[in-house]
């Protein structure tokens, strides 16, 4: 019992330290933005998940999916990196360098290959995304 009453403390004080750590960045930790227009205008198909830093990482959730509209949650851990995303059908978005938090798309995927990468550091933080 003893133990819990000094654990419960310390992940208070952690969580709240935690929660006030992020960018200096003035706009909101959550941004969705359209990255293509589509013709059929419908909702999207699925979600994709992807995230860059805090250390010199980059990955998708997902390496390959079937073509089609998704909302693309990007969890930017880090302001000295950045999330781009590029590919078929003009897909070309991208998280701010500077900025941190989490940034939503939406994004028609087409058969192909699409190319995700941290643009300052782009020859060690790549990936590729399998659209098919």
């Known amino acids: 019992m003893r133990l819990v009453l000094l654990v419960l403390p310390a992940l208070a004080a952690a969580t709240a330290l935690a929660a006030g750590c992020g960018s200096s ?3 909101s930790a959550t941004d969705t933005e359209s990255a293509t227009t589509t013709s059929s205008g419908g909702a999207a198909s699925g979600t994709l998940s992807g995230s860059v830093g805090p250390g010199f990482d980059i990955s998708m959730e997902q390496t390959t999916v079937a073509p089609g509209t998704y909302q693309l949650t990007v969890d930017d851990q880090a302001s000295i990196h950045d999330f781009h995303l590029t590919g078929p059908g003009g897909v070309d978005v991208s998280t701010d360098v500077s900025g941190t938090g989490t940034k ?3 994004v028609t995927l087409q058969k192909g290959t699409y190319s995700f990468v941290c643009d300052p550091h ?11």
């Open 25 to 27: 960045d003035s706009s």
């Open 104 to 106: 939503t798309f939406t």
């Open 122 to 132: 782009s020859s060690q933080m790549h990936g590729t995304l399998t659209v098919s």
